[in-house]
């Protein structure tokens, strides 16, 4: 129904943004983070990233689940896991990281929608 991101896909896109940050990733390390947090089943365990930007992966996780496309089930788990890999709200609240996620915002949202469910059917 929807493109897919592999349990391989979605880690390496978590790993790289541990390793280089928000600011220097690329839309298609985003679009497989958003994707594997939206309508992925697994709840990684975040703790066991490693990378000087692991607080990067720790936002982007969090951001993704404002969302209404997210379960509530599923988006009280993923904060769990934000926050037992040590995610805490004023590390989160980083205008920095805000400004970026807001930078790819316009090409992840239409991934949340059923136009793009359809168009990804087909």
Do not use: C, I
Not at 5 to 19: F, G, I, K, Y
Not at 79 to 94: C, I, K, P, S, W
Not at 109 to 121: E, F, G, I, K, V
Request: hydrophobic share 40%; glycine share 4%; proline share 4%.
């Amino acid at each position: 129904m929807r493109s897919e991101v592999t349990d391989t896909t979605a880690q390496a896109a978590l790993s790289e943004v541990a390793q280089k940050g928000m600011t220097q990733v690329k839309l298609d390390v985003m679009k497989a983070v958003a994707l594997d947090v939206w309508y992925g089943s697994e709840v990684r365990d975040l703790s066991k990233l490693e990378g000087p930007y692991r607080k990067d992966v720790l936002f982007l996780v969090e951001r993704l689940t404002y969302y209404n496309v997210v379960p509530q089930s599923r988006k009280k788990a993923l904060l769990q896991t934000v926050r037992q890999a040590g995610g805490r709200f004023e590390d989160l609240n980083n205008p920095v990281l805000e400004g970026r996620f807001n930078d790819f915002l316009p090409d992840l949202q239409p991934m949340q929608t059923r136009h793009y469910r359809q168009t990804a059917a087909s």
